[in-house]
């Protein structure tokens, strides 16, 4: 079944309105129509019996309509899509920004599923689960032949009822066997937040739910009582969400009344224009905003009306390019994803990508560049600079962070550095992890041990390990990777995280062109006077 990319409520490209009701009526249009498409249904029943009874082989007649379905859409566009009970329910369950479980993050690594990390006051944490442990059965059941979603589906459950977990920890001999109550696990879309410098805040969003608003704003004020006067807000690799949340968000940023999106569709339900409320709280300060190919939907109704409104400065590399509307209509416990419209910026521009080649699209190949974005789509933000249209939102400032070296990146497709940290972890008591992480440095002894122990375990060939040791920022990327991931799995993500952007070119670049977000501040405080244009780069 194609993937559904759009997991929101209100969503754009994922911008969706969740419509409840009999799918007959919503869909079917007026009544004069309504006796030929209830004919067709009924012909389409016939035809699923038919192939229910005669079929050479047993068929799940829920797959047969399902996948039927799937194939209708297909006709139409990449974001027209199905959502059975389980995607559905998953859906819902991200928009509510939590779900019940044990709060464990979980991934396969060398073939088995692994505890990524603790989700830190979680029951997880509290009955002491660790990085590397091997979840190898759930209730009894072996997870070797189950899917990751389906180890997930098993793990959650009711709030209040509890879960058995088979453990195996690298050291011991025997395995754990561990009764974990369920909780209501927060999946927070503010991933980070921290300071800098002194006076520059970082806030990452990872995606756009119920929460996303509050979780900013919460955000904000705790980094301005830090002393931040500064942002950069991160928005790559955030696909999108609820377009309440986008509204809310770019509120954050901008005046009351001012234009964050326009919808325009073949119905006049569907053109609407949205404007800042000026609710709440706002950031009053210069702003930087990072996107990158990820950032879709959401992530560029916001960073289209920081950039239309010349309120902030975005840096980074061209967006996805999804400028879809949908609308999410409820049929009994699935969703029917539909795509009723289109949105433009505040300067008018569309920016959904061309999607004649499904293939292309979902891969990025046909990606608007700087070279490449067409010309002839030209807009205007308030104080008159150029922005283009057609294809994605084109940063003010173009920077594209560095490729890994190639050893390193086989290190990478190896788990390498995560193996090596569970090894380090091995003979250390849990409740002697933390003082562990932060008295940690990967000195040249920690990175003989590291060479020694991809040797003996032969993750990577000899060829690998000498074109590392030759390389100086292979080596410099080896340090800081194994220092990540012995953080991750002793202090906490956030503490990883910010190691891990110490090598982070687009952050970098944020931090130094703050002066130009405060030049465009200083000028968006004053309207009638031009905005300074930025100067475009790349690095």
């Known amino acids: 079944m194609r993937a559904f990319k759009s997991r929101w409520t209100m969503t754009v490209g994922a911008l969706a309105i969740v419509a409840s009701g009999a799918a007959g009526g919503a869909l079917f249009g007026d009544t004069t129509k309504r006796g030929d498409e209830e004919r067709l249904v009924l012909r389409a029943s016939r035809i699923v019996n038919l192939l229910v009874d005669w079929l050479p082989d047993d068929n799940n007649p829920a797959d047969i309509v399902y996948n039927g379905i799937d194939g209708m859409l297909e006709v139409l566009d990449p ?117 800098l410098r002194p006076d520059i805040g970082y806030i990452r969003l990872s995606e756009f739910s119920n929460t996303s608003v509050h979780e900013v704003r919460e955000a904000i004020r705790d980094l301005e009582s830090q002393g931040m006067t500064q942002l950069v807000f991160d928005l790559r690799n955030n696909p999108g969400g609820g377009l309440e949340a986008a509204v809310g968000v770019a509120d954050t940023f901008l005046r009351p009344g001012q234009v964050i999106v326009t919808t325009k569709g073949r119905k006049p339900e569907n053109d609407q224009v949205f404007r800042a409320p000026g609710r709440g709280t706002h950031f009053n300060g210069p702003l930087v905003i990072l996107v990158n190919e990820g950032s879709a939907s959401a992530s560029e109704i916001v960073a289209g009306a ?64 700087d070279d490449t974005a067409p010309k002839n789509e030209v807009f205007e933000t308030d104080a008159g600079r150029t922005v283009l249209g057609g294809g994605g939102i084109t940063p003010d400032v173009t920077v594209k962070l560095s490729e890994l070296p190639e050893p390193v990146v086989r290190l990478y497709g190896q788990s390498a550095f995560f ?121």
Not at 176 to 182: G, N, S, T, Y
Not at 435 to 444: K, T
Request: proline letters at 4%.
């Open 79 to 195: 974001h027209s899509n199905f959502l059975d009970p389980r995607s559905f329910q998953r859906m819902r369950a991200r928009q509510e920004g939590s779900f019940f479980g044990v709060g464990i993050i979980i991934s396969r690594r060398e073939g088995k599923v692994t505890v990524i990390a603790p989700i830190a006051g979680t029951p997880a944490a509290a009955k002491g689960l660790r990085a590397g442990d091997v979840i190898a059965k759930v209730e009894g059941e072996a997870t070797d032949n189950l899917t990751l979603d389906e180890v997930v589906d098993r793990v959650r459950g009711p709030e209040g009822s509890s879960v058995h977990l088979t453990i195996e920890r690298p050291g011991l001999k025997e395995p754990l066997e561990i009764q974990i109550d369920r909780t209501r696990i927060p999946t927070n879309s503010v991933r980070f937040a921290f300071m």
């Open 306 to 369: 920081v950039q239309d409104h010349d309120r902030g400065l975005v840096l980074g590399e061209t967006t996805w390019g999804k400028g879809l509307v949908q609308t999410v209509f409820t049929v009994r416990d699935t969703g029917l994803a539909l795509t009723t419209a289109r949105y433009y910026t505040p300067s008018g521009r569309c920016i959904q990508r061309d999607y004649a080649s499904y293939i292309d699209y979902i891969t990025h190949r046909n990606g608007i560049t």
């Open 419 to 539: 193996r090596f940290a569970v090894e380090l972890l091995q003979k250390v008591p849990t409740a002697d992890q933390a003082a562990f992480g932060r008295g940690f440095s990967v000195d040249d002894l920690t990175l003989q041990r590291f060479w020694k122990f991809v040797r003996d375990n032969s993750i990577v060939d000899e060829a690998t390990i000498e074109a590392a040791q030759s390389d100086g920022r292979a080596l410099e990327e080896v340090r800081r990777a194994v220092q990540v991931e012995v953080l991750n799995s002793t202090i906490g993500l956030e503490a990883g995280y910010r190691e891990a952007i110490e090598g982070d070119d687009q952050i970098r670049a944020a931090v130094e062109y703050m002066g130009e977000a405060a030049d465009m501040w200083s000028a968006w405080q004053t309207p009638e006077t031009p905005t300074p244009a930025a100067t475009p780069a790349a690095h």
